[in-house]
C-alpha cells in the first residue's frame, strides 16, 4: 500500500457514531483537518465526492494515519464497491502541510435527475 492515510468527509469523521467510524477512530491517529480539491454529491443519509482540478472546488475533511491494515477492508465494504472507490489524492491540511492520502470517491458522477 503506497500509504497509509486516510482523508474522511462523511459518516466516518469525528462525532459520528456508527460503528465503522469508531472502527477507525479505533485504528488510526487523528492528523488534523483540511481539504482537497473535490465536489459534493449530497445523497439522502451520506455525501459522495467527485475529484476536480478546480482551486475553488474544495470539500473539508480529517486527515487519519491508519495503523492496523486489517482496517481497509472493513472500511472498503462498508463505503461499498457498487458506489465507491478508493483513489489517492493530496490533502492540504490546516497546518500548511500537504501530504499524499486515500479517499473515497464516487465511481461515476451523477447527474441531476431531469425534470
Known amino acids: 500500500m ?17 460503528k465503522f467510524a469508531r472502527l477507525l477512530q ?3 491517529r487523528f492528523l488534523g ?3 482537497v480539491r ?14 476536480s482540478e478546480r482551486t475553488e472546488e474544495t470539500i473539508r475533511g ?7 491494515a486489517r482496517v481497509w477492508g472493513e ?5 461499498g464497491s457498487e458506489m465507491f472507490r478508493r483513489v489517492i489524492t493530496t490533502v492540504q491540511l490546516d497546518s500548511g502541510h500537504s501530504l499524499d492520502a486515500w479517499i473515497y470517491v464516487l465511481i461515476r458522477e451523477l447527474k441531476p435527475p431531469v425534470t
Open 38 to 51: 473535490a465536489r459534493i454529491h449530497q445523497f439522502a443519509r451520506y455525501p459522495g465526492a467527485v475529484l
Open 62 to 68: 480529517e486527515l487519519y494515519q491508519v495503523g492496523d
Open 75 to 79: 472500511l472498503d465494504r462498508y463505503e
Open 33 to 35: 483537518p483540511g481539504q
Open 26 to 28: 479505533k485504528h488510526s
Open 2 to 18: 503506497r500509504t497509509a492515510r486516510l482523508f474522511v468527509y462523511g459518516t466516518l469523521r469525528r462525532g459520528y457514531e456508527n
